[in-house]
Structures are given as structure tokens and as C-alpha cells.
């Protein structure tokens, strides 16, 4: 073990990508995630990577996803306005299945918005922000430590079911230094390589778990790759059947195992009559204004999705069923909060804390927020969200 | 359809006439998206054909396109090959040339997909001198999406979206990708197949960012909208008279240009510019001795 250091959540996501293996980072500078990059740029070359900073967003994830093609792990980091401009090639990624991560340190939005300011505004978009349907990982630390535990784990998941995954926290998470202590080593994930010969080799035939072998560029096997709907050799086909076929297994790859990928963080559940939702800096705080109630006798529980997408809905259904309400923070209009009605399906009332002021919400927020919902019902709810299943 | 293998690849010839294309295409992605009369093919041939005369090693060769009638042709040569999107075919090379430098990476372009949705990303691999070879077929049109008018279009051309005539100026491309920082630079005319192989060829051995233009043609839109006949009367009134862009650009020339035999007078066509400068390949450990 490392002794203990002051590191921020962007160092953190960085070293994280270095000890995954990731040696090839494209990038454009955005705040408030330009430090990811900048960190990179003087460690890739220690290691035989490569850094580059191209002329946007789009370049930059079309450069990691040929670098990813070339047999390197690879990575980008941006913010809103980047996020949305790199949409096209997560779903270019999604359906040629390239693994490839994507960090997005949220700022306030729409367009440029909050530049410098914490957000959690792109949660939807992180998972349907390309057109088409195509299946999403989506990772959400709430703490340095968490930053470089998700970060690792996006790169093995990209590469364990060939797609890109995005690993998305906010700009408090990004810039504030924490005291960590950092494993030295991690656990590695490689992509499957085809073991026949090449001239046996069928680019898009899948095995049972749905996820074909992947050889780089260069090692001998021909082969073609294409954002077009395409047949088991990788080559466009148009027919609608094969069509379905394909999507239903991209999605099915990462909807079977959602057990496998829900990582949930939560506290006293148990005996709670009321619950807080909340994720990423959020649920930090909504952990903190939990403790804080126990410790007054209150029976109050936690529930923090660490994975976003797929979402956690059997868990969700699952609190809904015990406590009588839940309460769904969340720093925008209220994006996931949607989600959680789903899940709850009736089953619990739903109360939104949904703040978009730039500021994180703290935990004297929701320790206000609790102590008004734990005694009666329908006091003042701070947001816009009318609740109702969408 | 798992029943068809590609074929192995026995060396081509290499007579300096034309090595056997069919050695380097995938014959099992037949029948081709292309329509009677386009000279694509004869494109993708002298491509292969460059290959072959190189004698480069097929494993070692990927082709990364955009989208577009220019860019389905990657799906037919037996190499790693990558059909990317719309206009961002040189940043996909950039990152595949950046972590696999022994590649031979050669990206295919239209001028629609080059030129007006790519165009950023075409100057930038130029800029950076990233040693990829660019071939840009221009036919003057958006052929795959029905005729639209492209920013090549010559004024006065009609197209679908220019029913009156297209009153925008072209680009002239190469004079573009010389100002941009391109280290090689060429035009070329697919009617003239020899000079275009050894054009191509000329270009892949170039270490650096090497843009071949190439004059093409879309008798189904272009020729149809502006009545200039079928393939063959295009490609016939290519060397002749200048096409399409070859129109527009023919009052512009290159002061340090020899035009080739086939070459349309005053169309700058043959190797423009070229240029030994610094090959950029990213952020990286320097190399030791």
C-alpha cells in the first residue's frame, strides 16, 4: 500500500486509467475536466502510451475509438457541452462494440452554461443521449477513493463486454483533494482475442454471453467494422430482421448481467420508514444527513446507486416496498427521479429534492429535507418535479 | 452466411502495369453499393493495385472511411478496414495510426464527407502532418443521400438542392490541404487509371500526410441533373474538357505543376506539392539513439 496523499477526483480518475492499462488518451480541453487530461499528457509517455489532444470532442472519441481498434486501451474526459457533441461516437462504439471510456465531470447546463459549478444534469443523457437504441454502463463515485475504484472498473467493463463506459461525476467531485490511500495494484480486465486461425475468423459471431472476440488492427485477422447495421461477418446488411437481432443482443450483452454490474451503497434499510436517493457528491451528502438522523433516533436509510445505467430497478422496487416514502435528490429538474417512479411503481410515495442553482447539495439540505418529510406528509418541496410515473 | 471465406491473398504482380487488384479485394462482400457507370471501382482498383506495387503486407494495412458512396469501398478490400462516420474518417486514422504505427493506414473520402461535414478534421490530420495517405473521390455531388449539392459543386451545376443552380463557390481541395500544412498533395483523374495507380502508389510511400484528390464521376446524379451523359461520356469528357470541379478549378493552377499527358489544359492535376517535414505521431516516449 501507498501511505495516504492529498489527490483530487480528477488526478484520481487519471491515475486510475494508468493502472488499468489505458495508454492512448484523446482528448479537448473542457472544464472543469482539463486536469484528467493534463495529468495524462505527462504520465502516458512513462508508461509507452500516447497523448493527444485533437480539434473537438467528436475527433477525440473517434481517435480513442481507432486507437481501441489498434489493441490499446483507451480513454477521453469532457463535460456537458463535449458530452453532447460526443454522442456520435458513443453510439458508433455501442454498435461497432469498441470498448472505450468516457469520463464526463458534469457542470451546469444547458449549453455552456455553469462552466465551473457541479451538476448532475446529464444523467439521462448518459444514457440515451445517442440516437438508436444501444445498451449503457454508466458509473457514478461519489468520492477521490470512488473515482479511482469506478475508473478501473469502466476500463475492465469496456473491455469485458466490448462497448464504451462512462464514469460520470461532478465538478465538486473532480476538484476537490481528498485524503486517499491508492492500491498500488488493481485488478485487470483484458478483451477476449479470437483463437482460430484468421482466415476462421467471423468478426461479429457471438458467443453465448454475447460478446464476440476482438482482435486489434495489425495481428493478422482482416476484418471490417461499420456503425451500420451489419451481418454475424461485420459486413452492412439492411435486413430489418438481422437488424433486431443485433440490437437485441448488444442490449441483452449488458442486460443479463445487470446483477453482476449493480453496485448500490446503502444504510440502514432495515428498519427505515423513510429513504434517501441520491448519487454521486448527492449521495455523499445524503449518506451524512442519513447518519445524522439515525444518530437521532430516526429511521431513516440510504440508498446510493453507484451504477447508474443499467439501473438498479429491482433494488429500488425493493425499498419502495418497505419504506413508506422516498425521497429523490438530485442536482437538476429531475432526471432519475422519473426512473425511481418507474421502479417504485407505486409502491412508496416519491418526494423530489431537485436543485440546478450550481452549488452541491449539502447534507443540511437534506437533513432538513428529512426532518420535514419523517413527521408529516406534504410540506415544502424544494424543486419543480410533479411527480407521477412518465 | 458464415459458409464463405475471404480468399488468401497470393502476392500480386508487380509489373508496373497493374498488379492483380483482385488479390487485395474482399470477393466474398460481393455484389458492391456502387451504380453503373461510377467510376469508384476503377478507384478502389488503382488503390489496391498501389498496394500490390508496394508489395505492402495486407495484414499491415487498414483503410478507415466516412460515409458515403467513396467510403462503402473500404467494405471490399481485404485489409482492416473501418467505416466510421460522417466526415470523421481522419480522426478515427489519427488514433489507429498513433497506437499501431507500423499500419499503413490509407483513409478513403468524399468531398461532401471531406470537405463540408469532415473538413476540420481533414485540415487537422494536415496540420499534424500524420503520416496517412487521404484519398478524397470528388464526383462534384452527395451521391448516396440523391444529388444534393456539395461544397465542390461547381457554380451553376445543378443539383437537387440546387434546382436553379448551385450559386456557392467550390473549394478548390488541394489548394486547401497545401494551405493546411499537407506534406504531399495531388490531383488525379479516375479516367486516367495508370497515372492514377502510380499516383496513389507515389503517395502511400510519401512519410507524411499525402491528400490525393481524385477527379470522379456520379452519372446518376450529377450527369443526369446537368445532361453530361453516362459514365463513359463523363469520364470521355473528363480528360478532355475538365469535370465538375475540374471546370471550376481550371483557371487556377499551380505555378510548380507539370501536368501529365491526360490531363485537361489548365487543370492542375499530377503531384502539387510535396514536401519532406516532421511526421507527428502524438505525445509519446522519445525514441533513444
Same mark, same amino acid.
Given at each position: 500500500?501507498?501511505?495516504?496523499?492529498?489527490?483530487?477526483?480528477?488526478?484520481?480518475?487519471?491515475?486510475?486509467?494508468?493502472?488499468?492499462?489505458?495508454?492512448?488518451?484523446?482528448?479537448?480541453?473542457?472544464?472543469?475536466?482539463?486536469?484528467?487530461?493534463?495529468?495524462?499528457?505527462?504520465?502516458?509517455?512513462?508508461?509507452?502510451?500516447?497523448?493527444?489532444?485533437?480539434?473537438?470532442?467528436?475527433?477525440?472519441?473517434?481517435?480513442?475509438?481507432?486507437?481501441?481498434?489498434?489493441?490499446?486501451?483507451?480513454?477521453?474526459?469532457?463535460?456537458?457541452?463535449?458530452?453532447?457533441?460526443?454522442?456520435?461516437?458513443?453510439?458508433?462504439?455501442?454498435?461497432?462494440?469498441?470498448?472505450?471510456?468516457?469520463?464526463?465531470?458534469?457542470?451546469?447546463?444547458?449549453?455552456?452554461?455553469?462552466?465551473?459549478?457541479?451538476?448532475?444534469?446529464?444523467?439521462?443523457?448518459?444514457?440515451?443521449?445517442?440516437?438508436?437504441?444501444?445498451?449503457?454502463?454508466?458509473?457514478?463515485?461519489?468520492?477521490?477513493?470512488?473515482?479511482?475504484?469506478?475508473?478501473?472498473?469502466?476500463?475492465? %467493463?469496456?473491455?469485458?463486454?466490448?462497448?464504451?463506459?462512462?464514469? %460520470?461525476?461532478?465538478?465538486?467531485?473532480?476538484?476537490?483533494?481528498?485524503?486517499?490511500?491508492?492500491?498500488?495494484?488493481?485488478?485487470?480486465?483484458?478483451?477476449?482475442?479470437?483463437?482460430?486461425?484468421?482466415?476462421?475468423?467471423?468478426?461479429?459471431?457471438?458467443?453465448?454471453?454475447?460478446?464476440?472476440?476482438?482482435?486489434?488492427?495489425?495481428?493478422?485477422?482482416?476484418?471490417?467494422?461499420?456503425?451500420?447495421?451489419?451481418?454475424?461477418?461485420?459486413?452492412?446488411?439492411?435486413?430489418?430482421?438481422?437488424?433486431?437481432?443485433?440490437?437485441?443482443?448488444?442490449?441483452?450483452?449488458?442486460?443479463?448481467?445487470?446483477?453482476?454490474?449493480?453496485?448500490?451503497?446503502?444504510?440502514? %434499510?432495515?428498519?427505515?420508514?423513510?429513504?434517501?436517493?441520491?448519487?454521486?457528491?448527492?449521495?455523499?451528502?445524503?449518506?451524512?444527513?442519513?447518519?445524522?438522523?439515525?444518530?437521532?433516533?430516526?429511521?431513516?436509510?440510504?440508498?446510493?446507486?453507484?451504477?447508474?445505467?443499467?439501473?438498479?430497478?429491482?433494488?429500488?422496487?425493493?425499498?419502495?416496498?418497505?419504506?413508506?416514502?422516498?425521497?429523490?435528490?438530485?442536482?437538476?429538474?429531475?432526471?432519475?427521479?422519473?426512473?425511481?417512479?418507474?421502479?417504485?411503481?407505486?409502491?412508496?410515495?416519491?418526494?423530489?429534492?431537485?436543485?440546478?442553482?450550481?452549488?452541491?447539495?449539502?447534507?443540511?439540505?437534506?437533513?432538513?429535507?428529512?426532518?420535514?418529510?419523517?413527521?408529516?406528509?406534504?410540506?415544502?418541496?424544494?424543486?419543480?418535479?410533479?411527480?407521477?410515473?412518465? | 452466411?458464415?459458409?464463405?471465406?475471404?480468399?488468401?491473398?497470393?502476392?500480386?504482380?508487380?509489373?508496373?502495369?497493374?498488379?492483380?487488384?483482385?488479390?487485395?479485394?474482399?470477393?466474398?462482400?460481393?455484389?458492391?453499393?456502387?451504380?453503373?457507370?461510377?467510376?469508384?471501382?476503377?478507384?478502389?482498383?488503382?488503390?489496391?493495385?498501389?498496394?500490390?506495387?508496394?508489395?505492402?503486407?495486407?495484414?499491415?494495412?487498414?483503410?478507415?472511411?466516412?460515409?458515403?458512396?467513396?467510403?462503402?469501398?473500404?467494405?471490399?478490400?481485404?485489409?482492416?478496414?473501418?467505416?466510421?462516420?460522417?466526415?470523421?474518417?481522419?480522426?478515427?486514422?489519427?488514433?489507429?495510426?498513433?497506437?499501431?504505427?507500423?499500419?499503413?493506414?490509407?483513409?478513403?473520402?468524399?468531398?461532401?464527407?471531406?470537405?463540408?461535414?469532415?473538413?476540420?478534421?481533414?485540415?487537422?490530420?494536415?496540420?499534424?502532418?500524420?503520416?496517412?495517405?487521404?484519398?478524397?473521390?470528388?464526383?462534384?455531388?452527395?451521391?448516396?443521400?440523391?444529388?444534393?449539392?456539395?461544397?465542390?459543386?461547381?457554380?451553376?451545376?445543378?443539383?437537387?438542392?440546387?434546382?436553379?443552380?448551385?450559386?456557392?463557390?467550390?473549394?478548390?481541395?488541394?489548394?486547401?490541404?497545401?494551405?493546411?500544412?499537407?506534406?504531399?498533395?495531388?490531383?488525379?483523374?479516375?479516367?486516367?487509371?495508370?497515372?492514377?495507380?502510380?499516383?496513389?502508389?507515389?503517395?502511400?510511400?510519401?512519410?507524411?500526410?499525402?491528400?490525393?484528390?481524385?477527379?470522379?464521376?456520379?452519372?446518376?446524379?450529377?450527369?443526369?441533373?446537368?445532361?453530361?451523359?453516362?459514365?463513359?461520356?463523363?469520364?470521355?469528357?473528363?480528360?478532355?474538357?475538365?469535370?465538375?470541379?475540374?471546370?471550376?478549378?481550371?483557371?487556377?493552377?499551380?505555378?510548380?505543376?507539370?501536368?501529365?499527358?491526360?490531363?485537361?489544359?489548365?487543370?492542375?492535376?499530377?503531384?502539387?506539392?510535396?514536401?519532406?517535414?516532421?511526421?507527428?505521431?502524438?505525445?509519446?516516449?522519445?525514441?533513444?539513439?
Amino acid at each position: 500500500m501507498s501511505p495516504a496523499e492529498l489527490v483530487t477526483g480528477n488526478e484520481a480518475c487519471a491515475r486510475a486509467a494508468l493502472a488499468a492499462g489505458c495508454r492512448f488518451y484523446g482528448g479537448y480541453p473542457i472544464t472543469p475536466s482539463s486536469e484528467i487530461a493534463e495529468f495524462m499528457v505527462s504520465a502516458l509517455p512513462d508508461v509507452d502510451g500516447v497523448f493527444i489532444q485533437m480539434e473537438d470532442e467528436i475527433a477525440s472519441l473517434a481517435a480513442v475509438i481507432g486507437a481501441s481498434l489498434a489493441g490499446m486501451k483507451a480513454m477521453t474526459a469532457t463535460s456537458g457541452p463535449g458530452f453532447s457533441l460526443m454522442q456520435e461516437h458513443i453510439g458508433f462504439a455501442a454498435m461497432a462494440e469498441v470498448p472505450c471510456v468516457v469520463v464526463n465531470v458534469m457542470r451546469g447546463g444547458p449549453s455552456t452554461g455553469l462552466p465551473t459549478s457541479p451538476s448532475q444534469g446529464d444523467v439521462m443523457q448518459a444514457r440515451w443521449g445517442s440516437h438508436g437504441d444501444r445498451p449503457a454502463i454508466v458509473l457514478a463515485p461519489a468520492s477521490v477513493r470512488e473515482v479511482f475504484d469506478e475508473t478501473v472498473r469502466a476500463f475492465n %467493463l469496456a473491455e469485458r463486454f466490448r462497448t464504451p463506459v462512462i464514469v %460520470l461525476y461532478d465538478e465538486v467531485i473532480g476538484h476537490t483533494a481528498e485524503g486517499v490511500v491508492l492500491p498500488d495494484q488493481v485488478p485487470i480486465e483484458h478483451r477476449a482475442r479470437p483463437e482460430c486461425n484468421p482466415e476462421d475468423f467471423v468478426a461479429k459471431a457471438a458467443p453465448p454471453d454475447g460478446v464476440p472476440p476482438l482482435p486489434a488492427f495489425g495481428d493478422g485477422y482482416r476484418f471490417h467494422v461499420t456503425g451500420l447495421s451489419h451481418d454475424e461477418r461485420g459486413l452492412p446488411s439492411d435486413d430489418g430482421r438481422n437488424a433486431e437481432a443485433l440490437a437485441q443482443r448488444l442490449q441483452a450483452k449488458v442486460d443479463a448481467r445487470t446483477d453482476e454490474l449493480t453496485h448500490i451503497e446503502t444504510l440502514g %434499510l432495515d428498519d427505515a420508514e423513510l429513504a434517501v436517493f441520491g448519487y454521486g457528491i448527492v449521495g455523499r451528502s445524503a449518506r451524512a444527513a442519513v447518519e445524522t438522523a439515525r444518530a437521532e433516533g430516526r429511521k431513516v436509510g440510504l440508498i446510493r446507486p453507484i451504477t447508474l445505467w443499467p439501473f438498479p430497478h429491482k433494488e429500488i422496487a425493493a425499498v419502495a416496498e418497505k419504506v413508506d416514502r422516498l425521497i429523490v435528490a438530485e442536482m437538476n429538474l429531475g432526471q432519475l427521479i422519473g426512473e425511481v417512479e418507474r421502479a417504485a411503481a407505486g409502491r412508496t410515495e416519491i418526494v423530489g429534492h431537485l436543485r440546478c442553482h450550481g452549488e452541491p447539495i449539502t447534507p443540511d439540505d437534506l437533513t432538513a429535507v428529512i426532518g420535514a418529510h419523517d413527521r408529516a406528509p406534504s410540506l415544502e418541496v424544494v424543486g419543480s418535479w410533479a411527480g407521477g410515473v412518465r | 452466411m458464415t459458409d464463405v471465406k475471404p480468399t488468401s491473398t497470393a502476392p500480386p504482380t508487380a509489373d508496373g502495369r497493374g498488379s492483380d487488384a483482385t488479390a487485395y479485394l474482399r470477393q466474398w462482400a460481393m455484389p458492391h453499393v456502387l451504380c453503373p457507370g461510377c467510376a469508384h471501382g476503377i478507384v478502389l482498383r488503382s488503390c489496391l493495385e498501389a498496394v500490390g506495387q508496394l508489395g505492402l503486407d495486407p495484414d499491415k494495412v487498414a483503410m478507415v472511411a466516412g460515409i458515403g458512396c467513396s467510403s462503402r469501398l473500404v467494405a471490399y478490400a481485404d485489409f482492416c478496414t473501418l467505416h466510421g462516420t460522417h466526415g470523421r474518417a481522419p480522426a478515427f486514422a489519427t488514433g489507429l495510426k498513433l497506437a499501431r504505427p507500423e499500419l499503413h493506414v490509407i483513409v478513403v473520402t468524399g468531398d461532401g464527407d471531406g470537405l463540408a461535414i469532415g473538413g476540420n478534421h481533414l485540415i487537422h490530420a494536415a496540420r499534424r502532418n500524420i503520416d496517412i495517405t487521404v484519398m478524397m473521390l470528388n464526383n462534384s455531388i452527395y451521391g448516396m443521400t440523391g444529388g444534393q449539392v456539395a461544397p465542390t459543386t461547381r457554380e451553376g451545376a445543378i443539383a437537387s438542392t440546387a434546382p436553379a443552380g448551385n450559386s456557392e463557390r467550390p473549394f478548390d481541395a488541394c489548394r486547401l490541404l497545401v494551405g493546411a500544412g499537407a506534406s504531399y498533395v495531388a490531383r488525379v483523374l479516375a479516367a486516367t487509371p495508370i497515372e492514377m495507380t502510380k499516383t496513389l502508389a507515389d503517395a502511400m510511400a510519401h512519410s507524411g500526410f499525402a491528400f490525393v484528390e481524385i477527379i470522379s464521376d456520379c452519372p446518376e446524379y450529377y450527369g443526369r441533373y446537368n445532361r453530361l451523359g453516362g459514365g463513359a461520356e463523363m469520364l470521355t469528357r473528363m480528360t478532355r474538357e475538365g469535370d465538375g470541379v475540374a471546370v471550376a478549378l481550371a483557371e487556377k493552377r499551380f505555378v510548380d505543376h507539370v501536368p501529365p499527358s491526360a490531363a485537361p489544359a489548365g487543370l492542375a492535376t499530377g503531384v502539387l506539392h510535396r514536401e519532406q517535414a516532421p511526421v507527428y505521431g502524438g505525445v509519446r516516449r522519445r525514441e533513444v539513439g
